[in-house]
């Protein structure tokens, strides 16, 4: 038989409410400290990725240049299928095209040479950067543009000084040598990331199509302007990561006022060189830095880069490189 010890046994009990607030009150705030670093690691993954689709594509596009004489540049618009007895019915495609098989995408780029858009275009991960997911993944999208130059609104002539990737589907079209570029293929911008053209692109037609106006220059490329304020104001759209596509807080745009390097990421964008070089490129520098950073041959461009004091602007590393 068990005896008693004589002691009033232990009653458990649970937290008070003041306890459990107190509890609930600590795990809130570690919460809120820890949030903006997962946000930043976050950020961080999203902009690493972002890179190495950016890479993969530029690698693609030196591919395209390499396999062609005297490493031509490819145009921001091509004719991929001429047919001379009628013009009407030739298959113009953008850069996007010609580097499906460096994508791994070699039937699809086929299909295109047919002269025929394929029935379905779809859905290529490698061309969009995860920080501006499109709101479906059953429509060809693209975040990636080119170095067309000088943005001309008035669709003025090309000048082979002002950038590196022409309308190559022209009757006189420009011919680009990457391996011979006067500023060095080290200090010439090949590729940016462009937000939101998901927008823009045709959901139907995708990169090509029998009519040249479904492949126009602000939705496959980013260019500088010869004056990048209006009016003694900086244009918001102008400058890199300018505004977004259809923000309410800012003026009406047009079309080509979206084509200058712009993304999610905070403080930049992911870019590539000529070279094949990839980097970050702070959206911070002076306007002149970036259209020196943009033409193949600055003391020969359209309008000379100036800086504020309206002296011709000769780069420097420091201006741009981390």
Not at 9 to 14: E, L, N, P, Q, T
Not at 17 to 46: K, S
Not at 220 to 245: E, L, Q
Not at 281 to 301: F, H, K, N, S
Request: proline content about 7%; aromatic content about 8%.
């Amino acid at each position: 038989m068990s005896r008693s010890s004589g002691r009033p046994a232990r009653v458990s009990r649970g937290f008070t409410l003041i306890e459990l607030l107190v509890v609930i009150t600590i795990i809130g705030m570690l919460m809120a400290l820890l949030l903006p670093a997962t946000n930043a690691v976050r950020g961080q993954m999203q902009r690493a990725a972002c890179l190495n689709n950016q890479r993969q594509v530029s690698m693609s596009v030196l591919q395209v240049v390499a396999a062609s004489s005297n490493n031509v540049c490819p145009g921001w618009r091509n004719i991929i299928y001429p047919n001379p007895s009628n013009p009407s019915a030739s298959l113009y495609c953008s850069w996007v095209v010609l580097a499906l098989p460096g994508l791994q995408q070699g039937q699809l780029y086929q299909q295109f040479r047919s002269g025929t858009v394929p029935t379905v275009v779809p859905y290529l991960e490698v061309l969009v950067c995860p920080s501006d997911p499109p709101p479906n993944t059953t429509s060809p999208a693209l975040d990636y543009v080119v170095n067309a130059g000088m943005m001309d609104a008035n669709g003025g002539i090309e000048k082979i000084t002002d950038g590196l990737f022409f309308d190559r589907s022209s009757t006189k079209p420009l011919t680009m040598t990457m391996s011979k570029i006067p500023d060095g293929a080290e200090n010439t911008l090949m590729m940016s990331e462009n937000m939101n053209l998901v927008k823009l692109l045709n959901p139907t037609l995708g990169w090509g199509d029998t009519s040249s106006y479904t492949v126009t220059k602000p939705i496959f490329s980013f260019c500088w302007w010869a004056s990048a304020s209006t009016n003694g104001t900086v244009n918001p759209y102008r400058k890199i990561n300018g505004g977004k596509v259809a923000d309410p807080s800012l003026p009406t745009a047009t079309a080509n006022d979206y084509a200058r390097p712009a993304s999610n990421h905070s403080g930049g964008v992911n870019v590539a060189f000529a070279s094949g070089r990839e980097t970050w490129l702070r959206e911070d520098i002076a306007y002149y830095v970036y259209q020196q950073l943009m033409t193949p041959d600055g003391q020969r461009a359209s309008t000379i880069a100036v800086d504020t004091t309206g002296t011709p602007y000769l780069l420097l590393d420091s201006d741009y490189k981390q």
